[in-house]
């Protein structure tokens, strides 16, 4: 992670927009491991909401998965993460075409005041990439 903060902050002047502690059973059913601790920055460019870079790093995990590095994160991982309107049908499609999903489309952060949750899943595409989608949730309005 170090590294990586050099790189992309200290020479290329991406900024820390997030950098927060990961644990809990959904985000080690997202990365594809059992007891999973980890820790997430995303840094962005401006005030570029999209584009972002997300760093991770898993501290402790305990390994559940059955076809290995398929099945889950490693060390070295780039993950294109992108955002879907339709996360539940891009998923069957995934499954489908035989790519290996690491989990199905489950809700990370649970946010207050939400109509319905963020969801997102990974899975594997050509060459072992990995692709986190996200479908954004929608937030209750005041009226």
């Known amino acids: 992670m170090d590294s990586a903060l050099q790189l992309f902050r200290d020479v290329l002047g991406l900024s820390v927009r997030l950098d927060l502690p990961l644990s809990g059973e959904a985000v080690s059913s997202l990365l594809g491991y059992g007891d999973t601790t980890a820790r997430i920055v995303i840094l962005q460019s401006r005030d570029l909401e ?3 870079v997300a760093l991770l790093q898993i501290s402790a995990a305990t390994s559940v998965a059955s076809d ?16 879907t309107n339709n996360i539940d049908a891009v998923h069957a499609k995934v499954i489908e075409l035989g790519y290996t999903a690491l989990t199905p489309p489950i809700v990370i952060f649970e946010r207050p005041n939400m109509v319905t949750q963020d969801r997102e899943f990974i899975f ?17 309005t005041d009226e």
């Open 50 to 52: 999209i584009a972002n």
């Open 124 to 140: 594997r595409g050509p060459e072992g990439i990995a692709v986190n989608l996200i479908q954004r949730g929608i937030a209750a």
């Open 68 to 83: 290995g590095a398929a099945s889950k994160l490693v060390t070295g991982d780039v993950a294109i993460v992108m955002e």
